[in-house]
């Protein structure tokens, strides 16, 4: 089930990565319309963060193209913003929440050019928008896990993007900070921004995103949630996952999916 | 005012290294430039041979090529070679180090150069190795106007390209997210620090130079939390070693090199012993208050 759409704000045609020889991502072929909250879901090596990471060009790949905003990633790279992981950075690094936040901005400087005034009262709004602003001047070796995600989510807002890569961005975080999270990313999908996000937690995927992209080393399925969260279509991206599969489909019937709040 | 000649050489050349061993020491990647700090040792030989004198630009240029080479083959067999990053370093610096040494023999004819000076430095020498003119004007030390030339490099490097260090220290990926090259960045890095090194060499040696690069900034990690006063108590702390290990030398008649590195190392002992936030001593006496109060 992979649904092609008309106008993608992201295309990816023919991808294929591998790290030394071995295939992480097999003939990915997938298109994205705008204004969605997209979830890619999978098991654990089953390239998701690699797909991301293609799309960013931040890793090498074997074949096929990326299109986002049907240019090249180089001619739009102003309205895009990736957030890595939340452990591949060193949080013991000497910067404070605000240093990192200000970042975000970087992009729209241009090199050799130092933040200004400006610069630095977009950062505190965003600091205030995930709930961080009394923290703008701690040392970022003082955060908690989901602090610390709060402030990579600043920091992409800062960059005042209009499609957003998060890599896990609810790894490790407390309860209260993932509901902070997505309300917030469903408030972008309502502006018209996109926004992808690796996820791995089944239950709640089902809850949050309109768009969902399966994949297993191949795509598995890209489409809206309706009919790609499918008891089929999961048990395909999971394979031999039995009994985690049928916890869902268990929870999928006790809960009438699909559900969702209305707006 | 020799000994003010000699200080103040000795503090150019500290500051110089303390200001890039700061991004060294943030990006993990102090050993290297142990490895850089021997390696260009052949690219020293070779530009003297070539160029026939120490204080050229083709000696400082020559030596960043190799430290950049040097870099480039560390990364080349970590990444192509499945070999684990401290062994790619230790294969690829002690190897080009022995050829350095190779070369320094071989050529010891036809070469000013001296084995023992490369290797411990001698800045008591600074004084007496002056730049004089061809109008016969004399200028002062020789090594005070290359290390002051370095140092004006390098606070002109970090101060425009701040912005761009500190992120692809640290957030390689985020930096590459928004189209700011690491790899330029990196390699930038490393030829300061060659051209650095080579400054440096002859008032410290290729030895003691690393001390200068990772102590002071080791340091001032410990006092801090915040990169612009690290920079900052970094360049203090490099005048500091300066002038202690000129007068301890003068005192014990050592070394002034190692009388320098020794107080580096002093220095950081006692802010890992006592800095107010990561001190040893402080926290075990913080958590017994704590105990107490208990």
Request: aromatic share 10%; glycine share 8%; proline share 3%.
């Amino acid at each position: 089930m992979i649904e092609q759409v008309q106008n993608p704000v992201l295309e990816i045609h023919d991808l294929t990565v591998s790290y030394d020889k071995k295939p992480v991502l097999w003939d990915v072929d997938l298109s994205i319309p705008s204004g969605k909250l997209v979830g890619i879901i999978g098991p654990n090596g089953a390239g998701k963060s690699t797909l991301i990471k293609a799309v960013m060009d931040l890793i090498p790949t074997n074949s096929g193209y990326i299109k986002l905003f049907d240019q090249s990633l180089g001619e739009v790279r102003n309205r895009i913003s990736y957030v890595p992981q939340r452990e591949t950075v060193d949080w013991d690094f000497p910067a404070s929440v605000l240093d990192v936040v200000i970042m975000g901005r970087y992009g729209k400087l241009g090199l050799f050019k130092r933040p200004r005034k400006a610069d630095k009262e977009v950062a505190m709004e965003c600091l205030r928008k995930v709930g961080m602003e009394q923290f703008s001047k701690r040392q970022i070796s003082q955060l908690s896990g989901g602090q610390q995600q709060r402030v990579f989510l600043a920091r992409a807002l800062a960059q005042q993007a209009d499609f957003y890569f998060m890599d896990e961005p609810f790894a490790g975080v407390d309860a209260a900070t993932e509901k902070a999270i997505i309300t917030l990313l469903r408030e972008m999908a309502d502006q018209d921004k996109t926004v992808v996000v690796v996820h791995h937690d089944l239950q709640s995927a089902s809850n949050y995103f309109d768009w969902v992209i399966l994949l297993n080393m191949r795509l598995v399925a890209s489409g809206p949630i309706e009919s790609v969260f499918t008891q089929e279509l999961l048990q395909e991206t999971y394979g031999g996952k039995l009994t985690l599969l049928s916890d869902v489909s268990d929870l999928m019937r006790k809960e009438q999916y699909p559900h969702r709040e209305a707006k | 005012m020799e000994a003010f000649w000699i200080i103040l050489a000795g503090s150019l050349v500290a500051i110089s290294c303390g200001l890039l061993g700061c991004f060294l020491v943030l990006r993990k990647m102090a050993m290297v430039s142990d490895a850089i700090s021997h390696a260009v040792l052949p690219g020293i030989v070779f530009a003297f041979l070539i160029s026939g004198s120490r204080d050229s630009i083709v000696m400082l240029l020559g030596a960043s090529l190799i430290g950049i080479f040097t870099t480039f083959l560390i990364e080349f067999f970590h990444s192509k070679g499945k070999l684990q990053a401290d062994a790619s370093i230790g294969v690829t610096f002690t190897w080009l180090f022995a050829m350095g040494i190779i070369f320094l023999t071989l050529f010891a004819g036809q070469v000013d150069l001296d084995a023992d000076c490369v290797l411990h430095g001698e800045i008591a020498y600074v004084p007496i190795d002056l730049w004089i003119t061809q109008a016969g004007d004399i200028l002062g030390p020789r090594v005070v106007y290359i290390a002051g030339f370095m140092l004006i490099l390098n606070v002109i490097f970090i101060v425009v390209g701040y912005k761009e260090l500190f992120l692809t220290t640290f957030d390689p990926a985020f930096a590459g997210a928004i189209g700011i090259s690491t790899t330029l960045w990196h390699y930038l890095l490393m030829g300061a620090v060659s051209m650095t090194t080579v400054a440096s060499f002859e008032a410290v040696g290729a030895i003691l130079v690393v001390a200068l690069l990772i102590a002071p900034p080791a340091t001032a990690y410990l006092l801090t939390e915040d990169l612009k006063k690290m920079l900052i108590i970094t360049t203090i702390l490099g005048a500091v070693i300066s002038i202690a290990g000129y007068y301890l030398a003068a005192s014990i008649d050592g070394s002034i090199a190692g009388a320098m590195s020794a107080v580096a190392g002093v220095l950081f002992a006692a802010a890992f012993l006592f800095s107010p936030k990561e001190g040893v001593l402080i926290k075990s006496i913080r958590n017994k208050s704590i105990e107490v109060e208990a």
